[in-house]
């Protein structure tokens, strides 16, 4: 099952590309898409990083609250992999993109935005498809948290720090230069 879902998700970057490719860069030019790197660098400027952790925040446990409550009627592997899947071909979307816009440099900074957040976030999700986070559970009347929600949460407030602090910073600096 591990190799299928390897596959899958390996699968899923590479349609992300060929989506791209296909589409073509004058689509992406006329409706706006390319020149978000462009606006990137004024936007990172202009927002106060308080805010923007704390809506970094908010959003990601909106998603894994989801995934949470979703998990409750699907497998959570079937979830996970699935989401894995879609980041995937969000990502080789996003690579392509980045390429056709600004070369190698592009693919630079689409792992400058989304290593230091991703990895955790990734780690989560990961610890959710293994079976190994469980919800919150009574017993003898004492509320006690599974250690792998307490892990779960602990990668997610992580990687909003990092995505609400860190990245930024970094991609404002490689976008300055």
Not at 104 to 117: E, H
Not at 137 to 147: I, L, M, T
Request: proline letters at 3%; a positive charge; glycine letters at 10%.
């Amino acid at each position: 099952m591990i190799r299928k879902s390897s596959l899958m998700i390996v699968l899923s970057f590479f349609l992300g590309i060929f989506v791209i490719n296909l589409v073509g860069t004058d689509y992406l030019r006329t409706y706006g898409i390319i020149p978000f790197w462009n606006q990137t660098a004024l936007q990172l400027s202009a927002i106060s990083s308080d805010w923007y952790g704390g809506y970094i925040l908010i959003q990601r446990v909106k998603m894994f609250v989801w995934l949470g409550l979703l998990g409750k009627i699907f497998p959570k592997r079937i979830l996970a992999v699935s989401y894995f899947t879609v980041a995937a071909f969000l990502a080789g979307m996003f690579v392509t993109m980045a390429v056709i816009d600004r070369g190698v440099f592009g693919m630079v900074l689409v792992l400058a935005a989304a290593l230091p957040q991703w990895g955790c976030y990734l780690s989560a999700l990961y610890l959710y498809g293994r079976g190994e986070v469980g919800l919150p559970y009574v017993r003898y009347q004492r509320h006690a948290f599974d250690s792998g929600v307490v892990q779960m949460g602990l990668l997610i407030l992580a990687g909003c720090l990092a995505e609400g602090y860190l990245s930024p910073v970094i991609l404002g600096r490689l976008l300055l230069k």
